[in-house]
């Protein structure tokens, strides 16, 4: 039977209220800083994962927790302009919806987190329907997540017997560890691992002296490595063959979200059969054309327009 949804996407969803760039450090003291522009958008890098998806042409599915609040409504008016399906977005009775602050300075930002529901989100929040009626599953922010990561080898494994494909972007660890007791284990049950450059190299260990190197190692642990790395690219590992794509040359007005773009771009690639390297191209498209606006959602392109970007850069997707 053919599923009903695309893209399953479980994780964090939160308004961003991004700020910047500063043009010297963040002062305390009571000090008043001016920036040029400032922005409340859609966050969390599921949920701009999902609307990226959504906006090459995917039917999906969200999957998370908020909180009863103006910012819980927020997410779920946002998620749902742009397309997608919120029906498993739990509402949390007693917690608030998370909220990030995102404080730009160059070609940097900081980011500060309230957790929120983050904490609460689990495996019961993903209903077993949805992970048979999908064809990819997608988990995101693994470590800002500890109920859900310790049920996600479970969830992806049910996908999967399902005949779903799976990937993961672990995003940051907060607590600088890297590590998690079913790290391992959702590694093997992950057909696609996404993380960037610094992302891997933190993974893979500390005898990963270089990115390729924090690739092959990442890969041999199961998943195919799909390794975001800004202005330079990015790389693909299935712990045999090395693929790399230089980009799409990119002047970026706001960098946040770009990976989550990347992200979607790369599962939608791969789920309309493109080939390896091609999918590389398109992704790496998807995550530059998000750059073009503030906020991870506002820019994110349509198939047609990163199809456009790939073929310009001298590259054929079809």
Known sequence: MPHTFDLLVIGDANPDVILGPLDAPLAFGQREQLVDSGLLTLGGSAAIMACGAARLGL?????????????????????????????????????PTPLTAVLTRGGDRAILTAPGTLAATGGDDVPAALLADCRHVHAASYFLLPRLADALPGLLRTAR??????????????????????????????????????????????AAATTDEAAARLAARGPLVVVKDGADGALAHDGRTLLRTAGTPATPRDTVGAGDSFDAGYVAAVLAGLPAAAALDFAAACGALSTRAHGGTAAQPTWDEALAATTRNGENPA
């Open 59 to 95: 039917k999906v599915a969200f999957a998370g927790r908020i909180g009863d609040d103006d910012s819980g409504r927020f997410v779920r008016a946002a998620l749902a302009a742009r397309g997608v399906d919120t029906r498993a977005l739990r509402l949390d009775p007693d917690l």
């Open 161 to 206: 017997e399902h005949g779903a494909t799976t990937s993961l972007d672990t995003n940051d660890d907060p607590a600088g560890r890297w590590t998690h007791p079913g790290l391992e284990t959702v590694l093997a049950a992950t057909d696609i691992l996404l993380p960037n450059a610094q992302e891997a190299r933190a993974l893979a260990g500390p």
